[in-house]
């Protein structure tokens, strides 16, 4: 008598895709936000990547993968102007586990200066904490709360207390907040979008600030 064993084939892989620019000096500022664990390269990042699944492999003796790792990056460009580019860095992989992880990274980059845009950058310091109430009355309103329900039960924030998070990007109307799986919610529940319209936040913007959403609403 024999037995037969089906084997599965290892098929783990990395894939990405991302814009590339005519200036270079752009594409170097924007490398940071597109190979998001530091890698100094996309070579570096997949050899990286499949490396780290053999190691496994070879440390925990498995004999049938019958779930690969994989990992698919997608960078896509939300505003591109001669001052301001935003960039969203969505990764989807999967490295054990009962799930895989899905995040979207948001990174502004000042054009001119090839330097990341801080939220600080936007609006006024003096003005950030009447900026995050405003938020969460917005946020509230998203979620379908009354003003003074509880956000403890529902939400992670520390404290029950609302907060922002620096996972920002800007848009031609709105300034938006993404908040990805575990952050303020249950897995179960998906990501968060918070969006806030430039035109009821105009009063806490700074100066450079307003030359951002200027420049945008021109698009």
Known sequence: MSFRTKIKQDT?????????????????????????????????ASENFIMSYNEFVEENSTKYIF????????ATVWINTPLVLTLSTFVDEYTGG??????????NIDVTTKRKIELKDIIQKEKMKDFTKKAETLFRK??????NESLEDKFFFENGIFALNDNFGLTKSNLVFYFNEYEIKPY????????????????????????????????
Request: glycine share 6%.
């Open 67 to 74: 779930f690969p790792w994989y990992k698919n990056v997608v």
């Open 12 to 44: 783990a892989y990395f894939a990405i895709s991302y814009p590339e620019f005519e200036d270079p000096g752009l594409n170097e500022a924007v490398r940071p936000y597109i190979l998001l664990d530091g890698d100094s390269s996309i070579q570096q």
């Open 98 to 107: 009962a799930h895989g992880l899905h995040y979207n990274i948001l990174s």
């Open 142 to 147: 998203l979620e379908n709360l009354s003003q």
């Open 188 to 219: 179960a529940e998906g990501p968060t979008t918070l969006e806030i319209p430039y035109e009821e936040i105009d009063e806490f913007l700074s100066p450079q600030g307003k030359t951002y959403v200027a420049s945008l609403k021109n698009l």
